[in-house]
């Protein structure tokens, strides 16, 4: 009976976005001075749609509030990713070459730069450099999930640059509300700090 009791609280726990957002990982601390020289969108995949692709709810959302950043702020945008484990041959099949397409549509004066190579968090950080160095920028607003914030903060830092965090919030905003999209954020925690532990191991 306190077995099953015990169960019962943690499963309830799980739906709460306030008891949820407790396990994300630790955000770095600040770092660097100056405004931001470009808006930086990270992809977070593709969906199979018949004969081609769409992007993920969630690249979706990345996206949106990219756009909304770099047009509040002035800013232009380079948005970041390949095709799942490969290099596409045409950049405008890759995440990033359709990220533009929709970035385009929604603010049609976007001032726009794509990244296309990338199939890993730790690649769009060092791809995205690469192409920022040579233009003479070394600041960046970032834009991810908040779950993934802190590995991309660290990957982009470790390239020199100075990087801010644009975080997108994908829990719901009813902190005390059970919510099945809270319960669905576990297992995508779960691998972040996953995926911290075997970045540090590897990269940091």
């Not at 660290?154 to 640059?161: A, D, N, P």
């Amino acid at each position: 009976m306190l077995i099953t009791a015990v169960v019962g609280v943690a499963l309830v726990g799980a739906t709460l976005p306030v008891v949820v957002r407790q396990f994300y990982p630790p955000a770095p601390a600040p770092a660097g001075q100056g405004e931001p020289g470009v808006v930086v969108v990270l992809g977070a995949g593709r969906h199979r749609q018949g004969d081609g692709y769409r992007l993920t709810a969630t690249g979706l959302r990345r996206l949106h509030r990219g756009v909304e950043e770099a047009r509040r702020r002035n800013l232009p945008l380079l948005l970041s990713g390949g095709a799942e484990d490969r290099v596409p041959r045409n950049p405008d099949d890759s995440e990033a070459g359709m990220m533009a397409v929709e970035a385009r549509r929604l603010w049609p004066g976007a001032r726009i730069e794509i990244e296309p190579a990338s199939r890993s968090t730790w690649e769009n950080a060092v791809n995205s450099a690469a192409q920022l160095h040579r233009r003479g920028i070394d600041s960046v607003l970032l834009v991810t999930d908040r779950v993934h914030q802190p590995r991309a903060l660290l990957s982009f830092r470790r390239q020199g640059l100075t990087a801010r965090p644009a975080a997108v919030d994908t829990l719901p905003e009813a902190a005390w509300v059970p919510s099945a999209g809270a319960l669905a954020e576990v297992p995508v925690i779960w691998r972040e700090w996953a995926a911290l532990i075997w970045y540090r191991i590897r990269y940091f």
